[in-house]
């Protein structure tokens, strides 16, 4: 969102592929026509292949890298080289152009972030084109005349200034603002690139295709030097970690709270995408560890998603004082839910085998006690809270896709297990998502000396989170199980805090900081102590008789 030269990684798969395909053109060039045609399309249903898993694994590989995009190249290659046989007749041609122009239109309008991208949702935009070229023929049929009219010309002339001005253009005015574009900010990035590009394109580009402008030479010498300086700006920033002395101390200091990160996040405890410790791991118990020392029996899990592991630093704080130990399992997206699985994806799909491997834990351990959280209201909601992080809008519709009887039917699953285990659950209900990224809010509103009020009211973040409290109080009532609800501790009667005396509670728009995982810690603390009361209560006179 923050990247203004983000748009340049199509450039540069581009110039890769211009780099490898006249080399591989070289290599084959003794072969026959057809079989080079064979090759090519093989390597281009190779990448599709590739492009389509790394997809579905959600995977940035697969949009930033040469050889999940390299079919969408070949495409034009096999064209050129004549793999696909021409069309014959004005009215052939036309409807072909016209499928051709449906197949770019319709994803505009029809495609969500959601989507996964490229892979095959790559495929109707990409052969829409093909076909647009495949079958033009001048302006013989009315998709090439309507392509070809002076606003389409001039559009097509200017395009590569306007690809390079667009989203710079984006990115600066959202920063300025704080916000993405409304309608007007829109019109206006669009007027100003549209502006700029043709500026570029008259005292730039033409400029420069003129002959006797410049020396090959001297072109050489010019794109070099450039190339060059660009590569020592890109190195020195990046070797100054982005340059962080460019901000005044305090500013710092509140942004580098948001920086900061536990054990409990890191791949030695916590499992995101397909790193960090594995459902084996589980099973054995080599998993990091909450509390007190090794020679106390573990008493708990505490098991959920990136919430948890954002906790853990309150429940550990709690087992301390409590002489209490247990053992933490931490899944990014995979809330403690038997069998749930937030995607088809691939990176998704592990979460079952961390709920397997959590309740065979408990079993063969026989651990007492299971202490449940995650982010319920996105899981029960299927709805992140709005337009969250660096722009957030609180006035952007949040929606909501009730995902409430899915995700009741996973609880009450998991709680039978856990009591068939022989174990207690505990449920802790979400904190509060503040929608804001905290820390960048706050460091920017003191950079430019603003006060800014981030914190949600109150009633906001009960609405957002009824639908699934109501979900964990009927599954807790209904299987014995402990609720435990935080806004409490995080909340007055108006609204819900992101700082306390200076120290951020959040390191982003929904994770708890260290500090505010603290400030949780004493309802893990009670809990402990009960328990500790009833060991004791349990072992009878005989616990009070030294030995």
């Known amino acids: 969102e923050f990247s203004p030269l983000l748009h340049t990684w199509s450039l540069a798969v581009e110039e890769q592929f211009y780099m490898v395909f006249p080399l591989l053109l070289l290599i084959l060039r003794r072969w026959q026509a057809w079989r080079l045609k064979v090759i090519l399309g093989i390597l281009a249903a190779l990448s599709l292949a590739v492009s389509a898993w790394l997809a579905e694994a959600g995977s940035s590989t697969g949009f930033y890298m040469l050889w999940p995009r390299a079919w969408e190249l070949l495409l034009g290659s096999l064209l050129a080289l004549g793999a696909v046989p021409r069309a014959g007749g004005a009215m052939l041609r036309s409807l072909l152009q016209a499928l051709g122009l449906m197949l770019i239109i319709v994803p505009v309008f029809f495609y969500t972030r959601a989507t996964p991208f490229p892979g095959f949702a790559a495929l109707p935009p ?18 090439a005349r309507l392509l070809a009219n002076r606003l389409m010309a001039g559009i097509g002339l200017i395009s590569y200034s306007l690809y390079l001005w667009h989203w710079p253009l984006i990115v600066f005015q959202a920063y300025a603002a704080g ?10 990035v669009v007027a100003m690139a549209f502006a700029l590009s043709y500026l570029t394109w008259k005292f730039v580009e ?29 190195l020195s920033v990046a070797l100054a970690k982005g340059v962080p002395d460019r901000l005044p101390d305090h500013v710092r200091a509140i942004y580098d709270q ?15 995408e397909e790193e960090g410790v594995t459902a084996n791991d589980i099973r054995e118990g080599k998993i990091c560890s909450l509390g007190g020392g090794g020679n ?14 954002a906790l853990a630093p309150g429940v550990d704080k709690a087992a301390k004082a409590t002489n209490r130990r247990g053992l933490f399992v931490g899944h990014g997206s995979c809330p403690p839910l038997i069998g749930y699985q937030r995607s088809a994806r691939a990176r998704h799909t592990a979460c079952k085998l961390t709920t397997a491997a959590v309740i065979d834990l408990v079993a063969a351990r026989q651990i007492p006690m299971v202490i449940m959280t995650s982010r ?13 992080g660096a722009f957030f ?41 503040i929608g804001y990224d905290v820390p960048y809010a706050l460091a920017r509103a003191a950079w430019q000396q603003r006060i800014i009020d981030i914190e949600p009211s109150r009633g906001a973040v009960e609405d957002r989170q009824a639908p699934s409290l109501r979900v964990l109080e009927n599954a807790a009532k209904a299987h014995g199980a402990q609720l435990v609800v935080p806004l409490g501790e995080l909340c007055d009667a108006s609204s819900c805090k992101v700082t306390k005396n200076g120290t951020l509670l959040y390191t982003d728009e929904d994770h708890l900081s260290v500090a505010g995982a603290n400030l949780l810690s004493g309802l893990f603390a009670a809990i402990f102590e009960r328990e500790n009361a009833r060991e004791k209560a349990a072992l009878g006179p005989a616990a009070a008789i030294p030995f």
Not at 296 to 309: M, N, R, T
């Open 179 to 188: 916000s993405e574009p409304g309608a007007l900010g829109t019109v206006g």
């Open 206 to 234: 033409q400029p420069f295709r003129r002959p006797g402008l410049l020396s090959r030479g001297a072109a050489f010498r010019i794109a070099g030097g450039g190339v060059v300086a660009c590569a020592a700006v890109g």
């Open 393 to 433: 809008d609180p006035r952007y519709p949040v929606g909501i896709d009730d995902k409430s009887d899915q995700v009741a039917e996973r609880l009450e699953a998991t709680l039978a297990a856990i009591t068939a285990a022989g174990a207690k659950a505990v449920i802790m209900s979400d904190v509060p998502e």
């Open 258 to 272: 948001g920086r900061v990160s536990t054990r409990f996040s890191e791949p030695s405890c916590f499992i995101f």
């Open 296 to 309: 106390l029996p573990v008493s708990f899990v505490l098991w959920g998603d990136s919430h948890a592991a």
């Open 376 to 388: 319920w209201p996105r899981y029960v909601n299927g709805t992140n809270y709005g337009n969250e």
């Open 126 to 143: 990409c052969l829409g084109a093909a076909l647009l070229i495949h079958a033009g023929d001048g302006t013989s049929t009315w998709p």
